[in-house]
């Protein structure tokens, strides 16, 4: 496995965030960051897979080592039997065999003692870039939250700025408007019942009068 991929990896999981939110052609810090955090977990699936691929090296390295041994030992059992029968090409071949195998099975099991320990150390990076993206999360939520306390708080005390003048205004004109109103329908009432009463007034006078 590349260590320079996995060290690219981590070193951009781990740069500083406030560097990047300082930029200032970043207009919105929040939409910047959630960016990051996608292309983060992305980084971090290429991590996962390439740490599945080193468990299927490690098991075939295991395979392998366990069937280079088992026919190194079957040669060496071989040879003995050959020596024992005097049969000097039979055992000149058997241990030709062996050495093979055996030297083989030396290189399988050291490849596999080394996968297994790339492996502890590979998981160990990707627990902790878990961690450190763990916390992105959690530190993103507290930033959304103060974000949207921010804007609450911003379109309380517009709404509250707003309402200190203006609506008062609008109240004032709103009553000088219905009682104009109020003048005109009295004044038109006024109007329509006044020939009514001056009647009533002259007839009354009239009856009086006889």
């Not at 300082?22 to 996962?48: G, H, M, T, W």
């Not at 000097?88 to 290189?107: G, L, P, S």
């Not at 297994?116 to 160990?124: G, K, M, S, V």
């Not at 921010?150 to 003048?165: L, P, Y």
Request: proline fraction near 1%.
């Amino acid at each position: 496995m590349s260590t320079n991929i996995f060290t690219r990896i981590k070193d951009s999981i781990s740069a500083d965030l406030h560097t990047m939110m300082d930029k200032k052609e970043q207009k919105n810090p929040i939409a910047a960051l959630n960016q990051y955090l996608r292309q983060s977990e992305q980084e971090k699936e290429k991590v996962r897979k390439l740490i599945d691929r080193q468990y299927k090296l490690k098991e075939e390295f295991s395979r392998e080592y366990l069937k280079a041994q088992e026919l190194a030992d079957k040669r060496l059992k071989q040879a003995a039997i050959a020596e024992k029968a005097e049969e000097q090409a039979m055992h000149e071949f058997a241990m030709k065999e062996y050495e093979e195998y055996q030297a083989r099975a030396d290189r399988m099991k050291a490849s596999r003692e080394e996968a297994i320990e790339q492996l502890e150390t590979l998981e160990q990076k990707y627990e902790d870039m878990k961690h450190r993206l763990k916390d992105m999360h959690l530190r993103r939520m507290e930033l959304m939250g103060r974000e949207n306390i921010a804007k609450a708080n911003h379109q309380i005390n517009r709404v509250v700025e707003d309402t200190s003048e203006k609506p008062f205004s609008k109240f004032a004109e709103m009553e000088q408007y219905i009682e104009n109103l109020e003048y005109k329908v009295n004044s038109s009432y006024y109007r329509s019942t006044f020939d009514n009463k001056i009647a009533a007034l002259e007839k009354e006078l009239n009856e009086n009068t006889n």
